[in-house]
Structures are given as C-alpha cells and as structure tokens.
C-alpha cells in the first residue's frame, strides 16, 4: 500500500496546509498528517490541541489519520513503514530550507523520499505565524483558516505579534 | 488629494528609508511616514524617539507627515483613508517577505493597494539592524544614517550585535 | 605575501567549513580561520572549544593558521593587514546575507576584498545549526563534521533544536 | 495632474495586463499604456493590432489612454513629460531583469520612477508567450486573456511554440 | 493503479534525469517517459532516437515505458487518464518556470497534479543543452551522461555551443 | 606565481568587467584576460576588435594581459598552468548559471576553483547586451563603458535590441 507522511508544526492549521492535504490523499493511498512536538519553540497551541484541530478538520477525507512525533522524523517514518514524505511548496516560502532538510533527510535516511506539491496559489502566502498574528490583533482571518480554527483562536489570548503587518523595515 | 502611507519600524531610519520617502514624496501629494509601535519586538529606540529623530530628517520635505501606528496596518489606513502603501523594494531584501505581506494585507483590505519603490542601489543593502550592529561596536556609520541618527546611535547604550560583521558561520 | 581570512562562528566546524579551508589554503599562501567571539549568541562551544577543534581538524594544513577575534571583522583584518576575506558560498545558504555583508564591509573598509568560494555541492546543505539539531536528538552526524567534531558534539549535552528535522510549517 | 506610464509589448494583453492597468488607473490621475514597436522582435500581432486590442479592453477605464512608442522607452517619457512608470512584479516573472533595467532607466533619467505593483496573484503565472504557445496547440485560454485576445489569436495562425507545454528538457 | 508521467524533450537523457525517472519508478506503480516532439527547438536527437537512448537507459526498470507526444501535454496525459505529473526540481534549475508551468497546466487541467522530485545534488547543474556543448567540444562527458547516450552524442556531429564553457558575461 | 584567468565574451567590455579586473589585478600576481571565441553567438564586435579594446582598457594595469581562447575553458586553464578561474558575481546576475558552469568546470577540471568577486554594486545591473540595446538606440552609455569603448559602439552600426528598454511584457 502506497502510503505517505506530511509532518509539520501547525500551530495552527490554515487552508494551505489543508490543500496540500487534500493533494495528497488524492495521489496516496494512506496519508498520515504528523503534528511535531517541536519541544524547542513554544507553540500557541498544544501538541493534543493541534492534532484535535487538524483531526476535526480532515475528519471528511477518510484516508487521512493524524499523528504525532517527536525527535528526528526519520526515524519516526522508519517506525512508521512509510518511505515518502510530503512538503507543500510555497511560491512564497522558504525554498531553499525545503531543499535543505530535504538533503539532510536524504542523507540520514536515503530509502525516504520527499516529495514536493504545490498548494493553489491563493493559499502560496499563507503561514501559521502570519495568521497567529492577525489574530492576535483582532483581524479578520476567515479567509485563512477553517472554521474550527478561527474559533479556537479567537478563543486563545494569544502573545501579539505584529511583524506580519507593521512591517519590520530593517 | 494622493495621498500614501509609508509604515516601518525605523530602529533607526537609515539613508535607504529616507530615499524611499524622497522618492514617494516626489509621486503622492502628501505622504505619512507611519512609525509602527511594534509591541513584540524590543526596539532600541522608543516610539517617540523613533518618531523624533524621523520628524527632524524629514523636516526639509513639506508634504511628508509623520505618524505612529498600532494594531493592524490596514486598519491604520482606512482610520486615515488612504489607500496606497509604499514599501522600498531591496535587492538585497526579503522580497519574499513584502510579497507575502502585501497579499495578506490585499486580502484583509482589497482597496489598498501596496506600491514598491526601489531604493538607490548604494542603500540596497542598508538596514536598522545592521546599522545598530555596527555602531554597537563604535564602527562609522556615517555612510548609513543621516547625522541626528548617528549622533542618537552614539548616546544609546546599544546591545552588541556581532552577526552583521563576525559572520554567521553557515 | 598572499595572505586570507576565513571569519565564521564554527560552532562547530562542519565538513562545509573544512572544504572551503582547503579551497583557500591552495589559493593562498597563507589563510587564517578566525573564529568569532560573538558575545550576542549563545555559542554551543566556547571560544576557547570551538578553535581547539579548528585546530585539531586543519593540523594536516600547513599553510594554516587558527585565530579568535571579536568586534569589528574589518577592524581585525586591518590589525592583521590582511585584505582578502574569504566566504562559501552555498547553493542553499543564505545569499543576499553575503552579498549584504560584503557590500557593508566594503563600505567600512574598500580595501578589503571578499572572495566567495563554492564548496563542493554534496556540502551545500550544511550547516551548524542543522549538525546541532540533529546531534541533540541522537542522529548521526558522521557525514556531516570530522570524527572530532563528532565525539565533541556527543559529549555535549546539547539543547534540543528541532526545526531542521521536524520542519516547521508556517 | 499625476500621469504614468505602462510600458509592454503586449502580444498579446494578458489579464494579468489588465489588472495591473486598473491598479495604476485608480492610484494616477492619467495612465498611458505605451505598446512597444519592439523591432527585434517578431511580434505575432503588428504593433497597430496589439494597439488596438489594448485600446478595446480598457475602453471602460476613463482616464487610461493607449499609444505607441519606438527607440528609448526613457525618451519617450521625456517627449510625454510623464516621470513615472509601471511595471507589474509578478512573483513568478523575471525580478532581476526588472531592477535591473529599473536601474538602467534611472540612470539614463533619473528624473522618471519605476513603480512597482503586484498583479493578483492568480494572474502572476500569466505570460504573453505562454498564452501564444496554448493558442498555438488549440488550448484553452480563456481564463488567461479577455475575450476580444482570444478572439484575435483563434483567428491567427499561430506558430508552435511547445516550451510551455511539453517541459524543456532540462 | 497509481501512474505518472514524466514528459521532456530529453535531448538527450542525463544522469538527471535518470535519477528522477529512478525515483518516480519506486513511489508509482506505472511510470511513463514522455518524449515531447517538440516542434519549434530543432532538437539535435530525432524523437525515434531520443525515444530509443530513453529505453534502452530505463529498460531494467520494469514499471517504466517510454512514449512520446505531441501539442499539449495536459491532453496527453487525459487520454492517458494519468492524473499525475513528475518534475525534477533541481536546485540550479529555472524554478520560477516549473512553478509558472505547472500553475499554468493546473489551469488547463485542476485534476492533474504536478509533483517535484529532488535529483541527487550531484546531478542538480546537470542540464541537457551543457552536455551538447560540452560533447560539442569533445570534452569529457562521462559523468554527465549513460555510456549509450555518451556513444550517441559522440557519433553525432553536433554544432558548437560555447555558452556553458567560455562564459558568456554580459 | 599565483596566476588567474578572467574568461568572458566582453562584446564589449563594461565598467562592470573593468572593476572585476581591477579587483582581481590586485589579489592575484597575475591576470589572464581571455576573450572567448564563442562561436555559436554572433557578436558585434570580432574576437579581434574585442581583444583590441580590452587591451587598451586594461594598458594601465601592469599585471594584467589580454589574450583569446576557443573550445572548451577549462583547456584552455591547463595549457595555460592556471588553475584559478574568476567571475564577477552580480546582485542582478543569473547566480544559479554561475554555479551550474562553476560546478560543470570543476567535474571536468577538479584542480581548477572557480572564485567569485563582487563588482560596485553601482555596476551590479550592467550588462554587455544592454549596452549594445542602448548604443544601437542612441542612448547615452557613458556611464556604462570605457570611452574607447564607447566610440566603438558609436562607430558601428549595431542591430537594434529593444528589450532592455521598451519591456518585454510577457
């Protein structure tokens, strides 16, 4: 069975994650969505909040489960069986760091292959950062979040962040 | 009456900041340069330092106003009615970054439009945090910031920030 | 004389660093790796560890030598009357940022010259802060810093950092 | 009164044209959008063709006008008294040639400005080769082009053009 | 079944290439190499021969045929009914196009998904066009190149091309 | 003696060129300018006529010589015993083709390191084929090229090239 693994943080979710998720479970036939502890940023939301919102979220696609990891994900796809693994690629994002944990990942684990999608490109500017921040300053973010998401952040007093629209000019 | 709105942090404003305003000044009839609070981040000058030592810089210019701002960007701008955002276009900045902001702020606001300028070559690689780092460690600055600047830099205490100089070590 | 410096922070010396010390050493007759104070972060190493693994890795190089500095980089090469500056270039590093380094250190001091370098491509993806990551959670590092960077590493209880593996997806 | 100038050849109006014609018709007073000869160039439409489809579409917007222009686009804002100029930064176009000729312009008039503004994002795809290239293999291009373009390219003979299609070879 | 297609001009096949075919063939079942005819580029290789050089290089992969195709390769793919694209992204190679041409066939066709597989990054300067140069100039091409494509190239009479060698610096 | 070879088209030789030269004259003891035959592209001025003005350029550099060279570079470099390669390395250059010939050269030559020099960033945006585009319409190029150049391009009727000046748009 053709199975693949998409990690990542999301703190939280939005409707970019949520494309690339759709993506894949259309081309594979087992998608596991591995929400990162990520011990060493302090996250809004918890590890159990987060795979909560992500599995009320993907709840309709029935090829999709939610997990979580900790430590190098190598070795939890090892754990996992899995050998393929899923990164959205943002017109807008960090190319050069996907390409980077890619050969890292390669390098560590070279039986595991990453595979890049393109999420449409209305959603190619959206990050959970931005969308933290918005929120904390009372924006509007229906358009970048489902809606489970919007409520538990409008929910959560959450720390302001205002790079995302004040602009740093430095 | 054409009228846009230039936001930044200004930590301090540098030569490239005020080239940005001379240009914009030259286009719109009247330009705010709008100083942002910016509460997540610690600057190492406080609002109406930064607001002052813009005001002072821009005197010369008659049809720019200075301003300072909290909360969201496009909420500023429509409190003000303008609807025209200028950003300095580096080649040696993230473009990435003013791309994800300009669309986000697209989406929150779809009547504001945001205009890019392009700086002198000679200033494409100015920036705050990098003057900063570099006075912090009684380099010249003279060649990055306007003289009311400098003279603020070399009262201030300032943190030593060594990555502008001593390389980060990839 | 043809003399070099090769400034970086080397916390730790990765397998990047060796090769660009080697390009350099066969370019010039002399080269000084000078490793940074860089009393803003909070190194892994201290200073005092981090040249003593410079140095025990680039013993077989007879043309060089190990150095510490703090303060201004230009500062330091005016002291050692050096004017080449020697910096990798990586395919996946962060380019603008040497461009902007060198352009401000031009600025600071015209009569230093920064050379870029290209290390070998299967080395264009390192970089400390990854070898450090992957060390705090127990993965192999063989392939990516010499055997006494390795044990260095293992030996050290190191803080957990996993945005290079667990990849953060905002 | 405020007046710029949009630069192009134009062959054909993409609706990624015109949605940067009606950003810069709301921000200027005046917008002459100036179609270039472009004699190196073998244009599939003839400069009055491409005059006239542009001067079709924008009928609606009131103060945008449609000219021609030949020799140096910088003259041609002189003759016109015009010192501003637009150009849409599309985030998947060609940035570089964009500063770059920017950047020769002011130096050839640096009275005249570059003004950068960013196209909707489902349009930064769109290019006018692309468009003749689907044409040209009786694609579909109606999502690209306003019906008037799309009328005139089913009409002509296209040549071939693949690239865009069949993926150049690496 | 899970089927890509690869589509190129594969004028002629490279290292990697191969290397992406290799990868494809283990993530999908059917995996098939399309050969573009390409009519506007004056290929060196006929597509009989490209077609030929691509199956005897693949011919022990046993999920992996080879086809060509001509106008436009989201019709190709549909009367395939294979709703998966396979790119190469290589590092040196034109991002900004794959991302343009992809967004654009997702236009043409939303239920076809373009997926970017990473070549080996000693593979990722390779490029067709270099290897004819090269070959051109009776350089040494084996490491670029299958030994059946090194022989084909070399029986070949192929025109000069200068620009990856000479360095054109403009 | 540490020799270096500065390889190019030079058709004609810029300001941007002359500052690499100078650069390079002053870290190496000895420098090879060598004006490459490239066939395959039609210059404007014959491999003659372009050694001719680079000499006369270069005649005040004491160290530096002008010579041609045709087939593949990296010969060239062996015949000559210099195994260090030169390039100016331009904000608004194609970075990704300096690396993919960079690392093409060192898999035919290892012994042989290509080293990147950063030209004033006032020149970063100067090319050879935008001042030929500017010359052949009587535009002003003082400020891009050498007076002896500019009296050769004055000189000789040049094809015109438009696209660095009316904008392609597509």
Redesign the interface.
Known sequence: M?AAIY?????PLTFG?LDVIE?AS??F?RLIVAV??????EPLFTIQERMDLVREVVAPLANVEVDS?D?????YCRRKQV??LI???R???D??YE??????????APEI??????PK??H??L????VRG?AA????IE??VPPAVREALERRVV????????????
Do not use: C, W
């Open positions: 053709n990690p990542g943080t999301f703190d994650h993506r259309r081309i036939d990162g502890v990520n011990a060493s940023k990891f430590g190098l994900l190598v070795e050998h393929a990164r959205g690629l017109a807008f994002s190319f050069e390409f980077q944990m890619a050969l890292t990942n390669r390098k560590l292959e990453t595979i890049f999608l393109m490109e209305t190619s500017y990050s959970s950062s931005m918005i300053m009372k924006g509007n358009e970048f720390p302001r962040v205002i790079r995302n629209d004040a602009a740093s000019e430095e």
